[in-house]
């Protein structure tokens, strides 16, 4: 028996080990300082209450022979992509209801979509990125190019036509850069899909926050639908990191190689995906009602307020950043050409306030760092005091 030997090829995941390990030691070291954790991925509200009680009425079905759900449909219930393709409407996008596959969460979808192409592909991502898009086709051992995000481009990586690609990984509002694509850089990108016969995966799991404007969905943009898959959560939408439910978009019309897309990806969930719970498909669709849209928008402008907290000191303080405006992240230049690594320490044993590094994203991320908007108010915002006070320290 032998393994997959395209698994050696991973980079160890050291980041969030190698973080822990500092602010432990730190904290070990200076048992009365108060460490604020400015890092975190994960939201720390709760979910809104039409979330649970739709939740706590479908576990209430399951007591009863006559409204118990067994296994649900591969593609989820019609009841909830039902929803989400109104959700769809309510920005302008037409998305039907069998165009729409309910998953436990994108990056599930954003991991296991490379089943369905071939081995031989070659994937473009943009640079810094979030993980899964490349270890997923390093797995595969599918060859990876790299466009690159700056700060001359915004972070915005555009194409480069004289680069063949076959599958193009994107996500706007992006992770970990906070930077969010216009209609005009979207539509370079599905020009340059169709150029290639390539396909778009397009991650919008953060589109809830966008609120200059900026496309939502990329099938706001015209030709999309014969060349991109979306993939949305409802994890930072709604609270939902431990509920696990998102779900993938792919239109009828997308083909590739002779075949549907839609139809292959519907056989490979059939074979390796059980769907996801009744409760939490409920729960789900409470999230697109009036009221869940009213309550779950609450805990978003919660997030963005302690944005603005986070963008209003490194604008007083004269760094630069994207971020913040369209996205819970913050990515800010570290001062005085620190490496990550240094301004991480710096903020660590100065402030006493942990943020991620930006090289863990990838070359581009050298010389970052990544801020987000979901630790509680306060916290953030003596977090912010704090670094304001090391105003004339570096």
Known sequence: MKINRCI?????????????QRTEKFAAEN??????????????????PVVVDAMKAAADEMLDRETFKGYPSYEGYEFLRSAISGYY?????????????????????????????????????????????VDANMMAGRRIVYARGTKENAFCAMPDESVHADIINLCSPNNPTGAAYTYEQLEKWVEYALKNDAVILYDSAYEAFISDGKPRSIF???????????????SKTAGFTG????????????CRDGHNIGKLWYRRQSTKFNGVSYPVQR??????????????????????????????????????????????YIWVECPNAMSSWEYF???LK????????????????????????????????EAMERILALENDI
């Open 220 to 234: 706001a943009v015209k030709g999309a639908r014969e060349c991109a898959i979306e993939f949305c959560s409802l």
């Open 345 to 347: 320490d710096y903020l």
């Open 31 to 48: 048992p009365d300082k108060k460490i604020i954790k400015m890092g975190i991925g994960d939201v720390t509200l709760p979910l809104a």
């Open 243 to 254: 509920m696990r439910c998102g779900y993938t978009v792919i239109p009828k019309e997308l």
């Open 8 to 20: 050696d090829d991973l980079a160890e995941s050291y980041l969030f080990a190698e973080i822990a």
């Open 89 to 133: 409407r309510s920005f302008g996008v037409d998305v039907g209801a069998d165009e729409i596959f309910v998953n436990d969460g994108a990056k599930s979808d954003c991991g296991n979509i490379g089943d369905i192409f071939s081995l031989d592909s070659t994937v473009l991502v943009t640079d810094p990125v979030y993980p899964v898009y």
């Open 350 to 381: 100065k402030a006493n306030v942990v943020a991620t590094p930006g090289e863990g994203f990838g070359e581009c991320g050298k010389g970052y760092m990544r801020f987000t908007s979901f630790a509680a108010y306060e916290a953030t915002a």
């Open 283 to 328: 729960a789900a669709e409470a999230v697109f009602t009036p009221e869940g849209q009213r309550q779950t928008r609450e805990n978003i402008k919660y997030y963005k307020r302690n944005a603005k907290l986070i963008t209003d000191t490194f604008d007083r303080l004269n760094y630069s950043y994207t971020g913040g405006t369209n996205s819970p």
